[in-house]
């Protein structure tokens, strides 16, 4: 299955009514032909990638889920992101996370 494939198979579905809700950006076509004609020859060559969405990419909104940053585009992008796409990997959308009151009760839970 090509990237276009599958991004256009997750479009659809959060685009229904009942839409997964997993994913707050996803790259536009253009976005993804440009992506998928520099992808070098590494162990992931073409293969589409979501990240979480407080990981910096320049081509997509890095919101952190946050509405206040809804338009945010880093000037930088995180070193994990460059390392994906040197190994050949598409970032093809960012998804949701959760935001930090859940984060530190899951872990004052975790810890009792």
Known sequence: MSAR???DAIRTAE???DGLNAFL????PETLSAAQARAGHGILRGVPVAVKDNLATL???TT???RHLEE???PFEATVIRRLRDAGGIIDRKST???SSHQIISYAVFCL
């Not at 950006?25 to 536009?28: C, E, G, L, T, V």
């Open 72 to 74: 945010y585009r880093s």
């Open 5 to 7: 494939v599958a991004l």
């Open 64 to 66: 952190c889920g946050s």
């Open 59 to 61: 081509d997509l909104p």
């Open 15 to 17: 685009q229904s009514r």
């Open 25 to 28: 950006s996803i790259a536009d």
């Open 97 to 99: 996370r959760l935001n």
